[in-house]
Structures are given as C-alpha cells and as structure tokens.
C-alpha cells in the first residue's frame, strides 16, 4: 500500500476545467449584455405590418370579387350579386385626426324697416300732430312759407316738380308749404287736383308731409301742407 503525499493537489478532469474557465470569461468580460426579452430576430414581423398585409389582402379579394360580379350574368328574376360593404380600416394610434369642420357663421340681419305711416286724408287730423298746430294749419292762421301753382301743367309734369319743390321746402326747413291745382271744370275737379292725394301718398312723398288741409273751405284748388323736419 502506498503512501499518499501530503502537498499533493487532485487533478480534475480535462472537461471541467474548459466549463469552468469559460464561466469566469463570460463573468469577467464587461461589454457582455444580456439579450431582452422583448428583441426579436431579424426575420420576425411585427404586429402593426401584419394587420397592413391583411387589409391589403382583403382590398384585393373585395376588387376581385367585384369585378368578377360585374361580368356574372344573374338568372332571370335574380339579381346581380352586389359585393359586401368593406368595413373602414381601423386607425392606429398615430394616425392624423381630422380637424373639426368651422361652424357657418350666422348671417347677418336686415336692420328693420321703419314703420309706414298711415294713409294721408286732406283735412284729417293725423297722428303726431298735437291739435293747436292742426288748428292753427287748419283755420288758415299758420302761414305757407312757399306757394308752388301747378296750373297748365300735365299731370306727368305736375309731379315731378310738386316732388322736387317738397323736397327743396323740407330741406329749407319750411314748416309750412302751399300747393294750388285749381278747381277744374268738372264736378270732381281737373286731373292735378284728383291726383295730389294720391300722389302725397306715394312712398317717395309720403315721409315729407304730416298733415294737408284746404285752407279756405270754399276754394278746394289750394291745399296747405304741413312738413315734416327734416332728420
């Protein structure tokens, strides 16, 4: 039986001194990193290029089959087969978001239109007039500033200048205006003093005057008109 030295070191395996020494060179080698978990390979796809490829596929069937539907020639009493709606692809998350449509501003309102005034009577009292003034215009007491005679004239030219004096009178700020027609060989007079009502209330002429009268009640050819003030 021999004698086992006493500073002698066991000799390991051949194999398990490589499986050691390169567990501490992985250990010892600092630029190593550890792989992570979510890398993938080089040849994988990813989820959002897979749903693309579908889509696309889907549009290419949905094309297809329309076109072949288009050259079917259906039964009679059948219809021709209409291809099923595409559902809209769905976006993702960093799809562009379409901005909201501008609101149609709102238009804008006609300013209101005064009021017309009522109707002009020779000899009525009118509103707006308080009855001295009425009175006096009446009796003959307020005196015309200007006297226009539309003796002689048509009725187309008796117009037009029975206009422009009005407009000429109220803008001299005359209160107080007298027009003669004359009486007229016919019981209800000539064609001027017919027409002066009508013509006082035409739209043009209507806002000029606020009250006519026949100064004198025996001489219907003369009509005095009260203005109105100029704004």
């Known amino acids: 039986m021999r004698a086992r030295s006493v500073g002698a070191t066991p000799i390991a395996p051949a194999g398990r001194r490589a499986g050691r020494t390169s567990t501490r060179q992985q250990r010892a080698s600092p630029g190593a990193e550890p792989a992570s978990p979510g890398s993938s390979s080089p040849g994988s796809s990813s989820p959002g290029s897979s749903r693309a490829g579908k889509a696309a596929a889907r549009e290419a069937d949905a094309e297809t089959w329309a076109l072949y539907a288009s050259l079917v020639r259906p039964l009679p009493g059948r219809r021709r087969p209409v291809p099923a709606a595409q559902p809209a692809p769905a976006q993702g998350p960093d799809a562009p978001v379409a901005a909201p449509a501008p609101r149609p501003h709102p238009a804008p309102r006609a300013a209101a239109r005064p009021a017309a005034p009522p109707p002009l009577a020779i000899g009525a009292a009118p509103a707006g007039v308080d009855r001295a003034t009425f009175k006096r215009l009446r009796s003959g007491r307020l005196g015309a500033g200007r ?6 004239l048509t009725a187309q030219r008796a117009f037009h200048v029975l206009a422009g004096f009005l407009r000429t009178a109220q803008a001299e700020h005359l209160r107080c205006v007298e027009v003669i027609t004359g009486r007229g060989s016919a019981e209800t007079g000539g064609v ?26 025996a001489n219907p050819g003369a009509v005095r008109l009260l203005l109105r003030r100029p704004r």
């Open 192 to 217: 001027i003093r017919r027409e002066l009502p009508l013509w006082l209330n035409q739209p043009d002429l209507r806002g000029l005057v606020l009250a006519a009268v026949h100064p004198h009640p």
């Open 147 to 152: 006297t226009l005679d539309l003796h002689g």
